[in-house]
């Protein structure tokens, strides 16, 4: 069989209410538990200093078997808003609002070395999920250990704080055959200071079994060259269906690091708040300037349902 290379994609606080659904998948998402103890979380806390999260290598390498990637998904009722400036391949996002606050770095370690992706807050029950990719959760058939979330980060500043991981999750069939078609990943972070993620931060709304071609924003924090993980980056542009998988992609230059960063729908660049309808996931490596999402579906959905009744 033929194999490709992939490299996953290491390359917002307003509540937005409505969210829309789809039918629920039977299989159940798989949950690990992490820091589910006072003392676990301090000690997890404690591992990521300033120092260790600007050393975190990209998670950076993931291979596929291309005879797995292609499948049907039902598409859900077409709904496009243009975003007001577009396209952009690739920069540092120099605008304020609710994204600065709700993306940030995920940072974990993952066979014996730390690592980083990215993430996003969502509105949810808990108040407390983020949604990132499935490989920046569980890879090479091992869930990560030392799992923090740390929005609006910047160049080893953790602005509102460090948030451990009570529990991690993956779609079913990310969890049984790391099927690039349902990448997707979720945290369930534990509070901090006594208080919740999404009321420090806020909360981007999230929406399923959308229309593949939209008008969108991507962001993350790339930390492979030339980026260094330091900033806020992001794409906008309009998405097309993946040729080799179930996602959709977008011209995007953004490298190691920006995996499981969001996907906006209905962006404001004024506001900075957007809906949330996939993440960074993987390029390949002889088309390096597309990037490439899970399409979220009823999988993708019932995860996001776990996570936030966890």
């Known amino acids: 069989m033929n194999r490709h290379l992939v490299r996953a994609a290491v390359a917002a606080a307003a509540l937005v209410s409505s969210i829309l659904f789809a039918p629920s998948a039977t299989a159940a998402p798989a949950v690990n538990l992490a820091a589910d103890t006072a003392a676990e979380a301090r000690a997890v806390a404690a591992h990521w200093t300033a120092k260790a999260m600007r050393e975190a290598v990209p998670l950076d390498a993931l291979t596929v078997d291309a ?4 499948s049907t998904v039902a598409k859900g009722l077409p709904r496009v808003i243009s975003p007001t400036a577009y396209p952009n391949g690739g920069s540092a996002w120099t605008g304020a609002g609710s994204v600065v606050k709700t993306v940030g770095r995920v940072f974990f370690t993952y066979q014996g070395r ?4 990215s993430g996003n807050a969502v509105t949810s029950a808990n108040k407390s999920t983020v949604m990132t990719a499935g490989h920046c959760v569980k890879l090479d058939g091992a869930y990560h250990t030392n799992f923090v979330f740390v929005p609006g ?6 602005p509102y704080g460090t948030w451990t991981a009570k529990a991690t999750m993956v779609t079913p069939q990310w969890n049984a055959s790391e099927d690039i078609n349902y990448d997707v990943g979720a945290a369930v972070v534990n509070p ?7 009321d420090v931060v806020g909360a981007q709304g999230i929406a399923f079994n959308q229309p593949k071609s939209q008008n969108m924003y991507a962001f993350g924090y790339p930390a492979a060259a030339p980026y260094d993980g330091s900033k806020l980056i992001y794409c906008s542009g309009g998405t097309f269906s993946a040729f080799l998988s179930n996602g959709i992609g977008m011209t995007c230059n953004m490298t190691g690091g920006s995996s499981g960063g969001p996907w906006f729908k209905s962006f404001v660049e004024g506001t900075g708040v957007g809906v949330q309808n996939s993440v960074n996931s993987y390029k390949i490596n002889f088309f390096p300037n597309w990037m490439f999402g899970p ?3 009823a999988d993708a959905q019932n995860l996001y349902n776990t ?3 966890s």
């Open 307 to 309: 996570a936030q009744a």
């Open 153 to 158: 980060y910047n160049d080893g500043n953790a």
């Open 295 to 297: 399409y979220f579906g």
């Open 114 to 117: 730390n690592a980083s992706c």
């Open 67 to 70: 005879s797995r990637l292609v």
């Open 192 to 198: 901090l200071n006594g208080q919740s993620l999404t």
